[in-house]
Nanobody, 123 residues
Framework: QVQLVESGGGLVQAGGSLRLSCAAS????????MGWFRRAPGKEREFVAS???????YHGDSVKGRFTISRDNAKNTVHLQMNSLKPEDTAVYYC?????????????????WGQGTQVTVSS
């Protein structure tokens, strides 16, 4: 059974940084894309970043230049480094395991999801 567990969320002031981690079990992630999504209060879940099996990355426009997705296949883990955080980054952040090799912003191409970790950015 595949399980994804996010960690690293918390409360941070605007301009600060956080590093989220997602540990996978039940499947080796090295042959799959991984992604991060987020859901802000009252909004739909939106794409944040994805990484292909070969570590090609794709970041959403709202986080480009501030967030960086990476993967550590040896530890079956994916990370999201978040810098220059803004209050509008406040959301529950979800890790997802893709169906295929290539990263994508299409939520339908991810078939396993974590429970999420809360990130709150104060102004």
């Amino acid at each position: 059974q595949v399980q994804l567990v996010e960690s690293g969320g918390g409360l941070v002031q605007a301009g600060g940084s956080l590093r989220l981690s997602c540990a996978a079990s039940g499947r080796t992630i090295s042959r799959y894309a991984m992604g991060w999504f987020r859901r802000a209060p009252g909004k739909e879940r939106e794409f944040v970043a994805s990484i292909s099996w070969s570590s090609n990355t794709y970041h959403g426009d709202s986080v480009k230049g501030r967030f960086t997705i990476s993967r550590d296949n040896a530890k079956n883990t994916v990370h999201l480094q978040m810098n220059s955080l803004k209050p509008e980054d406040t959301a529950v952040y979800y890790c997802a395991l893709g169906r295929y090799l290539s990263g994508t912003d299409n939520q339908r191409e991810y078939n396993y999801w974590g429970q999420g970790t809360q990130v709150t950015v104060s102004s």
